[in-house]
């Protein structure tokens, strides 16, 4: 059995890769940011309990994460 009506999403419009680019760069750099508060509190926790050495290198990888970040805005900045 077939339901002509049974979706309620609009079909009419696929988006184009560009588009698609565009939010999936925009995507990734939100998720990032998100990962990022997320280790910095991981770090603190770490730093608090004694465990200074993970600590450090929790941080480097807030540090990088939020690098990989620029190249993200500056994938975006070139799709505009």
Known sequence: MTCNNCHTHNDNHQLSFK???AKILKHWS????EHNES??????EAKERGYTDISAL????AAISLKINK???KA???IK
Not at 39 to 44: M, Q
């Open 19 to 21: 588009e698609k680019l």
């Open 30 to 33: 939100a998720h990032n940011k």
């Open 39 to 44: 280790y910095k509190k991981w770090s603190a």
């Open 58 to 61: 929790i941080e480097e990888a």
């Open 71 to 73: 190249y993200f805005e």
């Open 76 to 78: 975006e900045d070139l």
